[in-house]
């Protein structure tokens, strides 16, 4: 299991739920698979009945079984759970890598991560400087895990300092 969030309080009186989500944001979390709360040492499971996104990393939510304020107090700092695969960091750590552009040219060094929230990026160290380029899937043309490059569509004038 991992861990992926805490409730920090009831809200209403209908068993609403303020929970804080680390790790993943909440427009990530998928509605369809189970949270799991510790009770008495035991994963117990919830689905979500209702979620409401509250900013970056925050949602109300209704967890199955949870219908007024008494049953929602109960879970005030309870710690979510999820299975250890559902939520697996996909990123790998870059640093080090090589960029190439869409034609194999050598664009620099990959130099740390940037996450973003919805918006993962890397720092490119060019010959001219580092800029921040933006890690999406579209983008991606190639990754070599071999010889530890990454080819790239970059958009034009994200390299030009």
């Known amino acids: 299991?991992?861990?992926?969030g805490q409730v920090l309080k009831s809200n209403g009186r209908d068993g609403e739920l303020l929970v804080?989500?680390?790790?993943?944001?909440?427009?990530?979390i998928d509605l369809e698979e189970p949270v799991f709360i510790e009770f008495d040492g035991l994963p117990v499971p919830f689905y979500f009945e209702a979620f409401n996104q509250r900013g970056n990393t925050r949602a109300l939510v209704r967890l199955t079984g949870v219908h007024n304020l008494t049953d929602a107090d109960e879970f005030a700092g309870a710690i979510l759970y999820a299975e250890d695969?559902?939520?697996e960091d996909e990123e790998q750590d870059l640093t080090g890598w090589t960029v190439l552009d869409a034609d194999g040219t050598k664009a620099g060094t990959v130099t740390a991560h940037e996450d973003i929230p919805g918006n993962p990026c890397i720092w490119v160290e060019t010959g001219?400087?580092?800029c921040l380029l933006p890690l999406r899937e579209e983008l991606v043309l190639d990754v070599d895990e071999t010889e530890k490059t990454l080819r790239m569509e970059i958009p034009e004038g994200l390299l030009d300092l």
Not at 20 to 28: C, L
């Open 1 to 4: 299991m991992q861990r992926i």
């Open 20 to 28: 804080s989500f680390s790790g993943i944001a909440p427009e990530e």
């Open 85 to 87: 695969d559902l939520y």
């Open 128 to 130: 001219h400087g580092e």
